[in-house]
């Protein structure tokens, strides 16, 4: 169980080039909530992601959590962020891939073996990532969600490259996380099926600043 | 909707009016300064016993020298700023400066070269001031082609920022080093202003030209600024208007 | 930390060995260009060698920088670490030393065989590899600083050395001069102080710097 927690996002606006992609966007997540990003390609989707992990500064507006102070110290400890690009190198092999993160988040006594098996790639530990498909990378980078015990994690699009036992494996890992007090943002063009509350963000295209 | 970008807006258009007013002052205080210090140094002041007519180049070489340090320091101090207050306005500044300050080093790489030819019998030496001041050139160049080659506006900003500041710490190292590495390799050629003292005739002709040239560069970064300013705002409201009134 | 993610560095370069050989072999090629593009008079190359050492050691240093940053940018493993908790800074000081230790290192070592091909003075030959040895470390940390600002643009590569060579001034002055004093019977510690200082000046400034820029590009 993770410790109870709140972020919020206030009045927030972004301009990209010449385009405002989102303004007067607010929006909450607790523990024990998902946060379904919705909205066309383009509508700002990864970009908003990027502006809440601190990537992108918005031009207006701003993150906070509750009970802590500093918003991007308490995200860089307690997210897993799954974007577009993994960070699976293709040099390493799976097991390498998964330990270098866990050794980043400081995991005492991490289960690969197990992990690696829970995402469909048993026997493969030992693999370089470079001899194994898309999707099957996309999976090792998926088997980070059962090594470190993050209280948030954020995915940008995890159902691409994903066969449908993975998608409904997947939600299935989702609702776990939202059962043990975390919190899941996620954005998806795929409809996810989720047992659990899921709260909605539309993103539209708001045009010209 | 005008209040949610109040703060994004605000200071700019307010600096764009506010720079209108003072424009025609900056002009008359830089044009008159430039003016007497130029007939002082181009036809009252004595000419220099050794070298004749041709050291009141000086009288440019000079200031347009000392200028494209000033205003490197200028664009990196600007853009200390809008990195540690984030203040869009800054790195306006801190933009409209590059142009100037590498059209500042070209004027002395000039004058610098005009003068050589006469004293060294060559256009080109590598002598210390003017090595320094073309390495300084190519760090405004650098500055320049970073911000332009990122697309995002607001990481331009901050990466041309960082350059600047990099560059701002490097100058004085690589000002040493040059000087001392020429004077290895060099030690006969001719220091130019190098005298025991330089007499109070050239003296004041000289500060005059050093100060007008100041402020002949804040009158010319106003429009730079104001002209930055109108691109970036490009979509606000009071930008159009201000637009379709001209 | 600071192991962890050197370690990897390690890791990745044991597995793609071929490409360590490829800064030394630009190396070697570029100095054997001079005697073909000057004269092949010993004299003449002799006065030459500390420079062309030394220039060829620069561009070497920068052209590897690519294969440090590039990759881990695409694949988003940079991104992946700084979401980690990482600090922007200790990431490129990883790079840094890694970038040092492939490249520079290997340069070091094989830099007097260059120094006798180009005829170099005998007693300037173990100067040359003690100047690159307190230079490059410098060069280094400042091309880090570059490579930082423009790992998010396409065709950074000619960017890259527009930002980066003026700042390498300094250091390329004092190390060729520390060789030239060498190779004629002088006392070059001066010059080595110097190399070391700029190091030592870089080394606790320049990752705040290249950290900061790092950041900036991934918010592209």
Redesign the interface.
């Known amino acids: 169980m993770y410790s109870r927690f709140t972020i919020t996002a206030q009045d927030l606006a972004l301009i990209r080039g010449d385009r405002l992609l989102f303004k007067h966007c607010n929006f909450t997540v607790s523990s024990g909530q998902v946060l379904y990003i919705k909205g066309a390609n383009g509508a700002g989707k990864t970009s908003l992601l990027n502006t809440l992990t601190g990537f992108i500064e918005p031009d207006n507006g701003a993150f906070s959590v509750s009970p802590e102070n500093h918003f991007h110290t308490w995200l860089t400890r307690n997210t897993l962020y799954l974007g577009h690009h993994t960070g699976i190198k293709s040099a390493l092999t799976v097991t390498e891939n998964l330990a270098f993160y866990a050794h980043l988040r400081g995991v005492t006594k991490p289960d690969f073996t197990s992990a690696i098996a829970a995402v469909g790639l048993a026997g493969f530990d030992e693999q370089l990532a470079a001899h194994l498909s898309q999707g099957q990378k996309r999976r090792i980078a998926l088997a980070r969600l059962l090594i470190e015990p993050v209280a948030l994690w954020i995915l940008d699009e995890p159902l691409v490259a994903l066969d449908v036992d993975g998608q409904a494996w997947l939600c299935g890992l989702i609702e776990q996380q939202v059962n043990n007090g975390g919190a899941v943002i996620v954005t998806s063009h795929q409809p996810l099926t989720l047992n659990c509350t899921v709260s909605e963000l539309e993103l539209a295209g708001v045009g010209n600043v | 909707m005008a209040w949610t970008w109040f703060f994004r807006l605000g200071s700019p258009k307010w600096f764009y009016q506010m720079s209108l007013k003072w424009q025609p002052w900056l002009w008359f205080f830089a044009g008159s300064g430039l003016g007497i210090g130029l007939i002082w140094g181009l036809w009252i002041a004595p000419p220099d016993y050794y070298q004749g007519e041709l050291q009141r180049i000086m009288y440019i070489h000079v200031p347009a020298a000392y200028l494209s340090m000033f205003v490197y320091v200028v664009m990196a101090v600007s853009g200390a700023i809008g990195i540690i207050w984030r203040m869009k306005m800054a790195y306006t500044v801190s933009m409209s400066c590059s142009p100037i300050g590498a059209a500042f080093t070209f004027l002395a790489l000039i004058t610098g070269s005009l003068w050589g030819k006469p004293t060294w019998g060559t256009y080109w030496v590598f002598d210390a001031r003017l090595t320094a001041e073309l390495v300084l050139l190519f760090l405004y160049f650098g500055h320049m082609a970073l911000f332009n080659a990122i697309s995002d506006l607001k990481s331009a900003d901050k990466a041309a920022a960082i350059l600047a500041i990099v560059g701002v710490v490097n100058i004085p190292i690589i000002h040493f080093s040059v000087e001392w590495w020429n004077s290895l390799h060099q030690p006969a050629s001719l220091s130019k202003l190098e005298k025991p003292s330089i007499d109070s005739s050239m003296l004041w002709p000289l500060l005059i030209m050093i100060v007008s040239f100041k402020v002949f560069f804040v009158a010319v970064l106003l429009p730079f600024i104001r002209n930055h300013i109108l691109w970036r705002d490009r979509d606000a409201q009071w930008v159009k208007q201000e637009v379709e009134s001209k | 930390?600071f192991r962890?993610l050197l370690l990897?560095e390690i890791?990745?370069m044991a597995?793609?060995k071929s490409e360590l050989v490829n800064p030394l072999m630009f190396f070697l090629i570029v100095a054997m260009l001079f005697p073909f593009g000057v004269s092949p008079e010993p004299t003449i190359l002799a006065q030459l060698a500390p420079g062309v050492i030394w220039v060829c050691a620069l561009l070497a240093l920068m052209l590897s920088l690519d294969g440090f940053y590039r990759?881990d940018f695409?694949?988003?493993?940079?991104?992946?670490?700084?979401?980690?908790?990482?600090a922007p800074a200790l990431i490129v000081l990883t790079k840094a030393v890694a970038n040092w230790l492939f490249t520079a290192l290997p340069l070091i070592i094989v830099s007097p065989l260059i120094g006798v091909m180009l005829n170099l003075h005998p007693s300037g030959i173990a100067a040359v590899a003690l100047t690159l040895l307190l230079g490059t470390p410098a060069m280094c940390l400042i091309a880090a600083?570059g490579m930082s600002?423009?790992v998010?643009?396409r065709r950074?590569g000619i960017?890259l050395a527009?930002?980066v060579?003026?700042?390498y001034?300094?250091i390329l002055?004092?190390g060729a001069?520390g060789v030239n004093a060498a190779a004629m019977g002088q006392s070059y510690s001066g010059q080595l102080l110097?190399l070391a200082a700029?190091s030592v000046f870089t080394v606790s400034?320049?990752p705040w710097?290249a950290g900061?820029?790092l950041?900036?590009?991934?918010?592209?």
Not at chain 3, 74 to 86: K, N, P
Request: aromatic share 4%.
């Open positions: 930390m962890v990897r890791r990745l597995r793609r990759d695409d694949d988003g493993s940079l991104r992946q670490m700084v979401m980690s908790g990482v600083i600002l423009t998010g643009l950074g960017l527009l930002l060579l003026p700042l001034i300094p002055i004092f001069m110097f700029m400034l320049a710097a900061a820029a950041k900036v590009s991934l918010g592209e």
